[in-house]
Protein backbone atom coordinates (compact mmCIF):
# COMPACT_ATOMS: atom_id res chain seq x y z
CA UNK A 1 0.00 0.00 0.00
CA UNK A 2 1.49 3.44 -1.50
CA UNK A 3 1.66 5.98 1.25
CA UNK A 4 3.37 8.20 -0.50
CA UNK A 5 2.01 11.81 -1.16
CA UNK A 6 -0.05 12.45 -4.34
CA UNK A 7 2.81 13.46 -6.98
CA UNK A 8 1.20 13.57 -9.87
CA UNK A 9 3.06 13.94 -13.24
CA UNK A 10 2.76 16.11 -16.02
CA UNK A 11 0.07 14.63 -17.64
CA UNK A 12 -2.23 14.83 -14.09
CA UNK A 13 -0.68 18.23 -12.54
CA UNK A 14 -3.67 20.57 -11.66
CA UNK A 15 -2.79 23.89 -13.65
CA UNK A 16 -6.27 25.44 -13.37
CA UNK A 17 -7.20 26.18 -9.84
CA UNK A 18 -4.07 24.65 -8.15
CA UNK A 19 -5.63 26.32 -4.83
CA UNK A 20 -8.13 23.49 -4.76
CA UNK A 21 -5.37 20.47 -5.60
CA UNK A 22 -5.39 17.77 -3.49
CA UNK A 23 -1.46 16.63 -2.52
CA UNK A 24 -2.69 14.12 0.33
CA UNK A 25 -3.30 10.65 -0.53
CA UNK A 26 -4.75 9.21 2.11
CA UNK A 27 -7.30 12.31 1.36
CA UNK A 28 -7.98 10.87 -2.06
CA UNK A 29 -8.23 7.21 -0.86
CA UNK A 30 -10.90 8.35 1.38
CA UNK A 31 -13.10 9.96 -1.48
CA UNK A 32 -12.50 6.67 -3.67
CA UNK A 33 -13.93 4.72 -1.03
CA UNK A 34 -16.76 6.95 -0.36
CA UNK A 35 -17.68 7.89 -4.43
CA UNK A 36 -19.96 5.44 -5.89
CA UNK A 37 -19.81 6.26 -9.51
CA UNK A 38 -16.25 6.91 -11.67
CA UNK A 39 -16.34 8.03 -15.18
CA UNK A 40 -13.96 5.87 -17.37
CA UNK A 41 -12.73 7.64 -20.55
CA UNK A 42 -11.16 5.67 -23.19
CA UNK A 43 -10.01 6.70 -26.68
CA UNK A 44 -12.45 4.09 -29.72
CA UNK A 45 -10.78 5.69 -33.22
CA UNK A 46 -10.36 9.30 -33.25
CA UNK A 47 -12.51 10.29 -30.50
CA UNK A 48 -13.10 9.10 -26.62
CA UNK A 49 -15.67 7.49 -25.36
CA UNK A 50 -16.94 8.75 -21.19
CA UNK A 51 -19.01 5.80 -19.76
CA UNK A 52 -20.12 5.67 -16.36
CA UNK A 53 -19.21 2.85 -14.26
CA UNK A 54 -19.20 1.07 -10.34
CA UNK A 55 -15.41 0.69 -9.49
CA UNK A 56 -13.79 -0.38 -6.50
CA UNK A 57 -10.30 0.35 -4.86
CA UNK A 58 -7.79 -2.47 -3.37
CA UNK A 59 -4.71 -0.75 -2.02
CA UNK A 60 -2.79 -3.53 -1.62
CA UNK A 61 -3.68 -4.89 -5.22
CA UNK A 62 -0.62 -5.61 -7.76
CA UNK A 63 -0.25 -2.55 -9.36
CA UNK A 64 1.78 0.83 -8.49
CA UNK A 65 -0.01 2.35 -6.15
CA UNK A 66 -3.08 0.29 -5.21
CA UNK A 67 -5.19 -1.24 -8.05
CA UNK A 68 -8.70 0.37 -9.30
CA UNK A 69 -10.90 -2.11 -10.79
CA UNK A 70 -13.64 -1.73 -12.60
CA UNK A 71 -15.97 -4.13 -14.45
CA UNK A 72 -17.99 -4.64 -17.75
CA UNK A 73 -19.52 -7.32 -19.63
CA UNK A 74 -17.37 -9.17 -21.70
CA UNK A 75 -19.65 -8.13 -24.79
CA UNK A 76 -18.60 -4.44 -24.01
CA UNK A 77 -17.23 -2.56 -26.90
CA UNK A 78 -15.29 0.16 -24.91
CA UNK A 79 -13.69 -2.80 -22.39
CA UNK A 80 -12.03 -4.52 -25.25
CA UNK A 81 -10.64 -0.92 -26.59
CA UNK A 82 -9.67 -0.07 -22.88
CA UNK A 83 -7.12 -3.25 -22.56
CA UNK A 84 -3.38 -2.38 -22.69
CA UNK A 85 -4.40 1.15 -23.47
CA UNK A 86 -4.31 4.04 -21.45
CA UNK A 87 -7.62 5.16 -19.50
CA UNK A 88 -8.51 7.88 -17.65
CA UNK A 89 -10.70 7.28 -14.49
CA UNK A 90 -12.44 9.97 -13.07
CA UNK A 91 -14.53 10.04 -10.10
CA UNK A 92 -17.04 12.96 -9.03
CA UNK A 93 -18.60 14.32 -5.93
CA UNK A 94 -21.12 17.73 -5.52
CA UNK A 95 -21.12 19.02 -1.97
CA UNK A 96 -22.96 22.40 -3.35
CA UNK A 97 -24.01 25.28 -5.41
CA UNK A 98 -22.17 28.15 -4.64
CA UNK A 99 -24.23 31.30 -5.31
CA UNK A 100 -21.73 34.25 -5.90
CA UNK A 101 -22.31 37.89 -6.18
CA UNK A 102 -21.63 37.63 -9.84
CA UNK A 103 -21.99 34.98 -12.41
CA UNK A 104 -17.75 34.40 -12.49
CA UNK A 105 -17.65 33.90 -9.30
CA UNK A 106 -20.50 31.07 -9.47
CA UNK A 107 -19.01 27.70 -8.72
CA UNK A 108 -19.70 24.36 -7.18
CA UNK A 109 -17.79 22.65 -4.42
CA UNK A 110 -17.40 19.39 -5.14
CA UNK A 111 -14.01 16.74 -4.96
CA UNK A 112 -12.91 15.03 -7.56
CA UNK A 113 -9.78 12.80 -9.03
CA UNK A 114 -8.25 11.93 -11.95
CA UNK A 115 -6.35 8.67 -12.40
CA UNK A 116 -4.33 7.95 -15.43
CA UNK A 117 -3.21 4.95 -16.42
CA UNK A 118 -2.71 1.62 -18.64
CA UNK A 119 -5.49 -0.72 -18.30
CA UNK A 120 -4.83 -4.50 -17.34
CA UNK A 121 -7.47 -7.18 -17.91
CA UNK A 122 -7.16 -8.49 -14.98
CA UNK A 123 -6.99 -12.80 -15.65
CA UNK A 124 -5.95 -14.14 -12.65
CA UNK A 125 -8.97 -16.16 -11.17
CA UNK A 126 -8.46 -15.28 -7.40
CA UNK A 127 -7.74 -11.70 -8.15
CA UNK A 128 -10.79 -11.72 -10.29
CA UNK A 129 -13.11 -12.77 -7.66
CA UNK A 130 -11.45 -10.27 -5.16
CA UNK A 131 -12.06 -7.39 -7.21
CA UNK A 132 -15.63 -7.93 -8.13
CA UNK A 133 -16.43 -9.05 -4.07
CA UNK A 134 -14.43 -5.28 -3.60
CA UNK A 135 -17.18 -4.11 -6.35
CA UNK A 136 -20.03 -5.17 -4.46
CA UNK A 137 -18.24 -4.49 -1.33
CA UNK A 138 -18.02 -0.27 -2.35
CA UNK A 139 -21.47 -0.50 -2.95
CA UNK A 140 -22.89 -2.50 0.23
CA UNK A 141 -19.80 -3.02 3.10
CA UNK A 142 -19.77 -6.40 3.79
CA UNK A 143 -22.49 -7.54 1.33
CA UNK A 144 -20.51 -10.17 -0.51
CA UNK A 145 -19.60 -12.15 2.51
CA UNK A 146 -23.20 -12.63 2.57
CA UNK A 147 -24.05 -14.12 -0.85
CA UNK A 148 -23.34 -17.54 -2.79
CA UNK A 149 -20.27 -17.61 -4.67
CA UNK A 150 -21.01 -16.53 -8.87
CA UNK A 151 -21.20 -18.98 -10.72
CA UNK A 152 -18.48 -20.01 -13.27
CA UNK A 153 -20.65 -18.76 -15.84
CA UNK A 154 -21.44 -15.45 -14.17
CA UNK A 155 -17.61 -14.65 -14.13
CA UNK A 156 -17.12 -15.69 -17.46
CA UNK A 157 -19.42 -13.19 -18.28
CA UNK A 158 -17.98 -10.31 -16.51
CA UNK A 159 -14.49 -8.64 -17.52
CA UNK A 160 -12.53 -6.76 -14.81
CA UNK A 161 -10.29 -4.33 -15.63
CA UNK A 162 -7.56 -2.60 -13.14
CA UNK A 163 -5.72 0.96 -13.32
CA UNK A 164 -2.89 1.87 -11.12
CA UNK A 165 -3.55 4.49 -8.94
CA UNK A 166 -0.64 5.34 -8.87
CA UNK A 167 -0.31 8.51 -11.44
CA UNK A 168 -3.84 10.25 -9.80
CA UNK A 169 -4.69 13.78 -8.74
CA UNK A 170 -6.99 15.41 -6.99
CA UNK A 171 -8.88 18.69 -6.54
CA UNK A 172 -11.44 19.60 -3.96
CA UNK A 173 -13.80 22.98 -3.63
CA UNK A 174 -15.49 23.71 -0.34
CA UNK A 175 -17.06 27.07 1.74
CA UNK A 176 -18.44 29.88 0.66
CA UNK A 177 -18.28 32.51 -2.28
CA UNK A 178 -14.89 33.99 -3.30
CA UNK A 179 -16.23 37.25 -4.74
CA UNK A 180 -15.12 40.79 -5.76
CA UNK A 181 -14.54 43.51 -2.22
CA UNK A 182 -17.04 45.69 -4.87
CA UNK A 183 -19.86 43.02 -4.95
CA UNK A 184 -19.74 42.15 -1.04
CA UNK A 185 -20.08 45.75 -0.61
CA UNK A 186 -23.16 46.03 -2.93
CA UNK A 187 -24.49 43.97 -0.29
CA UNK A 188 -26.32 41.13 -2.82
CA UNK A 189 -26.28 38.17 -1.05
CA UNK A 190 -23.89 35.65 -1.55
CA UNK A 191 -23.78 31.66 -0.47
CA UNK A 192 -23.76 28.25 -0.79
CA UNK A 193 -26.61 25.30 -1.30
CA UNK A 194 -25.26 22.43 -0.06
CA UNK A 195 -25.94 18.79 -1.69
CA UNK A 196 -25.36 15.52 0.00
CA UNK A 197 -26.95 12.04 -1.39
CA UNK A 198 -29.19 11.12 1.12
CA UNK A 199 -31.37 7.52 1.09
CA UNK A 200 -34.98 7.83 2.91
CA UNK A 201 -34.32 3.60 3.52
CA UNK A 202 -34.20 0.39 2.03
CA UNK A 203 -36.68 -0.97 -0.34
CA UNK A 204 -37.47 -4.35 -0.20
CA UNK A 205 -38.11 -5.47 -4.03
CA UNK A 206 -41.82 -6.63 -4.37
CA UNK A 207 -40.17 -10.43 -4.68
CA UNK A 208 -38.64 -10.17 -1.28
CA UNK A 209 -39.49 -10.40 1.81
CA UNK A 210 -38.84 -7.46 4.40
CA UNK A 211 -36.13 -8.46 7.03
CA UNK A 212 -33.68 -5.78 5.56
CA UNK A 213 -29.90 -7.05 6.30
CA UNK A 214 -27.46 -5.58 8.30
CA UNK A 215 -25.09 -4.61 5.74
CA UNK A 216 -28.01 -3.12 3.68
CA UNK A 217 -29.34 -1.27 6.61
CA UNK A 218 -26.08 0.35 7.73
CA UNK A 219 -25.40 1.63 4.51
CA UNK A 220 -28.96 3.54 3.77
CA UNK A 221 -28.00 4.70 7.57
CA UNK A 222 -25.01 6.36 5.98
CA UNK A 223 -26.64 8.15 3.29
CA UNK A 224 -29.61 9.40 6.49
CA UNK A 225 -30.37 12.86 6.28
CA UNK A 226 -29.24 14.74 9.14
CA UNK B 1 -35.77 22.94 -30.77
CA UNK B 2 -35.43 19.22 -32.12
CA UNK B 3 -38.42 16.91 -30.72
CA UNK B 4 -37.51 13.73 -32.73
CA UNK B 5 -36.96 10.54 -31.15
CA UNK B 6 -33.41 9.96 -29.83
CA UNK B 7 -31.75 8.34 -33.27
CA UNK B 8 -28.49 7.19 -32.20
CA UNK B 9 -25.34 6.79 -34.30
CA UNK B 10 -23.16 3.37 -34.27
CA UNK B 11 -21.18 5.30 -32.03
CA UNK B 12 -23.70 6.28 -29.15
CA UNK B 13 -25.84 3.16 -30.28
CA UNK B 14 -26.70 1.54 -26.74
CA UNK B 15 -25.15 -1.96 -27.33
CA UNK B 16 -25.14 -3.40 -23.78
CA UNK B 17 -28.47 -3.56 -21.61
CA UNK B 18 -30.44 -2.32 -24.72
CA UNK B 19 -33.71 -2.36 -22.38
CA UNK B 20 -32.05 0.32 -20.18
CA UNK B 21 -31.84 2.47 -23.49
CA UNK B 22 -34.10 5.65 -23.53
CA UNK B 23 -35.30 6.93 -26.72
CA UNK B 24 -37.34 9.52 -25.95
CA UNK B 25 -35.47 12.86 -26.69
CA UNK B 26 -37.66 14.64 -24.53
CA UNK B 27 -36.79 12.56 -21.53
CA UNK B 28 -32.89 13.57 -22.38
CA UNK B 29 -33.34 17.19 -22.21
CA UNK B 30 -35.77 16.66 -18.91
CA UNK B 31 -32.62 14.76 -17.28
CA UNK B 32 -30.12 16.92 -18.87
CA UNK B 33 -31.97 19.85 -17.12
CA UNK B 34 -31.93 18.50 -13.84
CA UNK B 35 -27.98 16.62 -13.83
CA UNK B 36 -25.78 19.59 -12.15
CA UNK B 37 -22.39 17.96 -13.93
CA UNK B 38 -21.17 16.83 -16.76
CA UNK B 39 -17.67 14.45 -17.82
CA UNK B 40 -16.11 15.84 -20.30
CA UNK B 41 -13.68 13.79 -22.50
CA UNK B 42 -10.84 14.96 -24.40
CA UNK B 43 -8.31 12.74 -26.49
CA UNK B 44 -4.86 14.62 -25.64
CA UNK B 45 -1.87 12.99 -27.34
CA UNK B 46 -2.19 9.16 -27.25
CA UNK B 47 -4.80 9.03 -24.11
CA UNK B 48 -8.26 10.43 -23.20
CA UNK B 49 -8.58 12.81 -20.05
CA UNK B 50 -11.78 13.16 -18.43
CA UNK B 51 -12.69 16.63 -16.40
CA UNK B 52 -16.08 17.11 -14.20
CA UNK B 53 -17.75 20.43 -15.35
CA UNK B 54 -20.70 22.63 -14.89
CA UNK B 55 -22.83 22.80 -18.41
CA UNK B 56 -25.94 24.01 -19.53
CA UNK B 57 -28.30 23.58 -22.33
CA UNK B 58 -29.96 25.48 -25.12
CA UNK B 59 -32.59 23.36 -26.93
CA UNK B 60 -33.24 26.39 -29.75
CA UNK B 61 -28.68 26.92 -29.51
CA UNK B 62 -27.70 27.26 -33.29
CA UNK B 63 -25.93 23.47 -33.16
CA UNK B 64 -28.18 20.28 -34.40
CA UNK B 65 -30.65 19.11 -32.08
CA UNK B 66 -29.82 22.20 -29.78
CA UNK B 67 -26.37 23.09 -28.09
CA UNK B 68 -24.51 21.65 -25.17
CA UNK B 69 -22.21 24.45 -23.50
CA UNK B 70 -19.09 24.17 -21.54
CA UNK B 71 -16.95 26.49 -20.10
CA UNK B 72 -13.68 26.50 -18.73
CA UNK B 73 -9.99 29.12 -18.25
CA UNK B 74 -8.86 30.22 -21.07
CA UNK B 75 -6.25 28.82 -19.68
CA UNK B 76 -7.12 25.49 -19.46
CA UNK B 77 -5.57 22.97 -21.46
CA UNK B 78 -8.14 20.39 -21.99
CA UNK B 79 -10.65 23.25 -23.41
CA UNK B 80 -7.91 24.34 -26.15
CA UNK B 81 -7.26 20.60 -27.13
CA UNK B 82 -10.64 20.30 -27.32
CA UNK B 83 -11.47 22.92 -29.64
CA UNK B 84 -12.48 21.21 -32.91
CA UNK B 85 -11.96 17.93 -32.30
CA UNK B 86 -14.66 15.30 -31.22
CA UNK B 87 -15.40 14.95 -27.06
CA UNK B 88 -17.73 12.87 -25.31
CA UNK B 89 -19.90 14.50 -22.48
CA UNK B 90 -21.16 12.13 -19.88
CA UNK B 91 -23.56 13.05 -17.71
CA UNK B 92 -24.86 10.60 -14.85
CA UNK B 93 -26.92 10.39 -11.41
CA UNK B 94 -26.85 7.99 -9.00
CA UNK B 95 -30.37 6.77 -7.95
CA UNK B 96 -29.82 4.02 -6.03
CA UNK B 97 -27.93 0.60 -5.07
CA UNK B 98 -29.56 -2.19 -6.27
CA UNK B 99 -28.89 -4.72 -3.38
CA UNK B 100 -29.17 -8.14 -5.34
CA UNK B 101 -29.26 -12.00 -4.36
CA UNK B 102 -26.10 -12.99 -6.25
CA UNK B 103 -22.70 -10.45 -6.85
CA UNK B 104 -23.32 -10.93 -10.70
CA UNK B 105 -27.36 -9.32 -10.35
CA UNK B 106 -25.69 -5.80 -8.06
CA UNK B 107 -26.42 -3.14 -9.74
CA UNK B 108 -26.89 0.71 -9.34
CA UNK B 109 -30.03 2.73 -10.47
CA UNK B 110 -29.16 5.58 -12.88
CA UNK B 111 -29.78 7.92 -15.84
CA UNK B 112 -26.95 8.28 -18.14
CA UNK B 113 -26.73 10.68 -21.07
CA UNK B 114 -23.68 10.40 -23.66
CA UNK B 115 -23.02 13.36 -26.27
CA UNK B 116 -20.44 12.42 -28.98
CA UNK B 117 -20.27 15.67 -31.27
CA UNK B 118 -17.53 18.14 -32.69
CA UNK B 119 -16.47 20.91 -29.85
CA UNK B 120 -17.13 24.42 -31.06
CA UNK B 121 -15.31 27.60 -30.02
CA UNK B 122 -18.21 30.14 -28.99
CA UNK B 123 -16.83 33.17 -30.62
CA UNK B 124 -19.95 35.57 -31.02
CA UNK B 125 -20.38 37.35 -27.74
CA UNK B 126 -24.01 37.37 -27.69
CA UNK B 127 -24.10 33.79 -27.54
CA UNK B 128 -20.95 33.65 -25.20
CA UNK B 129 -23.23 35.54 -22.29
CA UNK B 130 -25.72 33.77 -23.44
CA UNK B 131 -24.48 30.55 -22.57
CA UNK B 132 -22.68 31.66 -19.56
CA UNK B 133 -26.07 32.91 -18.10
CA UNK B 134 -27.19 29.63 -18.60
CA UNK B 135 -24.56 27.62 -16.88
CA UNK B 136 -25.49 29.96 -14.19
CA UNK B 137 -28.98 29.50 -14.30
CA UNK B 138 -28.56 26.08 -14.61
CA UNK B 139 -27.48 25.98 -11.14
CA UNK B 140 -29.31 28.64 -9.39
CA UNK B 141 -32.67 28.84 -12.06
CA UNK B 142 -33.18 32.54 -12.71
CA UNK B 143 -30.09 33.79 -10.90
CA UNK B 144 -28.20 35.55 -13.96
CA UNK B 145 -30.95 38.21 -14.32
CA UNK B 146 -30.10 39.06 -10.29
CA UNK B 147 -26.74 39.56 -11.16
CA UNK B 148 -25.05 42.46 -12.65
CA UNK B 149 -23.39 42.39 -15.99
CA UNK B 150 -20.41 40.56 -16.22
CA UNK B 151 -17.28 42.64 -16.87
CA UNK B 152 -15.16 42.79 -20.26
CA UNK B 153 -12.15 40.98 -18.17
CA UNK B 154 -14.12 38.46 -16.75
CA UNK B 155 -15.29 37.50 -19.97
CA UNK B 156 -12.23 36.94 -21.75
CA UNK B 157 -11.51 35.30 -18.74
CA UNK B 158 -13.65 32.10 -20.00
CA UNK B 159 -13.84 30.07 -23.00
CA UNK B 160 -17.43 28.56 -23.71
CA UNK B 161 -17.57 25.47 -25.76
CA UNK B 162 -21.09 24.25 -27.79
CA UNK B 163 -21.25 20.53 -28.57
CA UNK B 164 -24.04 19.59 -30.81
CA UNK B 165 -26.89 17.48 -29.01
CA UNK B 166 -27.40 15.53 -32.34
CA UNK B 167 -25.55 12.70 -31.01
CA UNK B 168 -26.75 11.31 -27.96
CA UNK B 169 -27.67 8.16 -26.33
CA UNK B 170 -29.23 7.80 -23.01
CA UNK B 171 -29.79 4.82 -20.12
CA UNK B 172 -31.38 4.14 -17.42
CA UNK B 173 -32.29 1.58 -14.73
CA UNK B 174 -34.59 1.97 -12.23
CA UNK B 175 -36.21 -0.64 -9.85
CA UNK B 176 -35.50 -3.41 -8.01
CA UNK B 177 -32.79 -6.21 -8.53
CA UNK B 178 -33.37 -8.63 -11.15
CA UNK B 179 -32.24 -12.36 -9.57
CA UNK B 180 -32.31 -15.46 -10.62
CA UNK B 181 -35.95 -17.37 -9.83
CA UNK B 182 -33.37 -19.90 -7.51
CA UNK B 183 -31.80 -17.00 -5.74
CA UNK B 184 -35.55 -15.48 -5.01
CA UNK B 185 -36.55 -18.82 -3.75
CA UNK B 186 -33.65 -19.49 -1.38
CA UNK B 187 -35.36 -16.58 0.77
CA UNK B 188 -32.57 -14.30 0.23
CA UNK B 189 -33.24 -10.18 0.73
CA UNK B 190 -33.14 -8.33 -1.96
CA UNK B 191 -34.14 -4.58 -2.44
CA UNK B 192 -33.00 -1.04 -3.07
CA UNK B 193 -31.27 1.72 -1.45
CA UNK B 194 -32.52 4.73 -3.25
CA UNK B 195 -30.49 7.82 -3.29
CA UNK B 196 -31.07 11.56 -4.14
CA UNK B 197 -29.55 14.45 -4.00
CA UNK B 198 -30.83 16.54 -1.19
CA UNK B 199 -30.02 20.11 0.72
CA UNK B 200 -30.06 20.94 4.07
CA UNK B 201 -31.15 24.77 3.04
CA UNK B 202 -28.92 27.98 2.01
CA UNK B 203 -26.08 28.66 3.80
CA UNK B 204 -25.13 32.44 3.82
CA UNK B 205 -21.30 33.40 3.12
CA UNK B 206 -19.46 34.74 5.99
CA UNK B 207 -19.23 38.22 4.12
CA UNK B 208 -23.30 38.19 3.92
CA UNK B 209 -26.36 39.21 5.00
CA UNK B 210 -28.99 36.70 5.39
CA UNK B 211 -31.69 37.25 3.65
CA UNK B 212 -31.36 34.39 1.16
CA UNK B 213 -33.07 35.42 -2.70
CA UNK B 214 -35.58 33.63 -3.62
CA UNK B 215 -34.44 32.17 -6.73
CA UNK B 216 -31.55 30.43 -4.15
CA UNK B 217 -34.20 29.31 -1.67
CA UNK B 218 -36.32 27.94 -4.32
CA UNK B 219 -33.47 26.21 -5.61
CA UNK B 220 -32.81 24.79 -2.35
CA UNK B 221 -36.30 23.79 -1.48
CA UNK B 222 -35.99 21.42 -4.83
CA UNK B 223 -33.50 19.98 -3.26
CA UNK B 224 -35.29 19.61 0.42
CA UNK B 225 -35.54 15.86 2.17
CA UNK B 226 -38.92 14.08 1.37
Redesign the interface.
Known sequence: MTTAPLSPTA?TTV??GRNRMVEDRAELHRFLDEA??A??????G???????T?FAVDLDGPDEGGSLYVH??V???WLRQAVG??????V?E?D??V?A????N?S?N?R?A?V?GRARLVEDPAEREHA??L??DH??PG??AT??P??RK?LA??AVLAVPLREASMKARAG??V?EPE??A????????????????????????D???HD?AR??AS?A??
Chains 1, 2 share one sequence.
Open positions: RTRLVHVGVVVDHPIVLPAGSAAGATVCVTTVGLARSAFHMYSVLLDVVMVRSLRSTEATGPDDVAGVWGGVVPLRLTSSGPVAGEDSHRVPVRAYAE
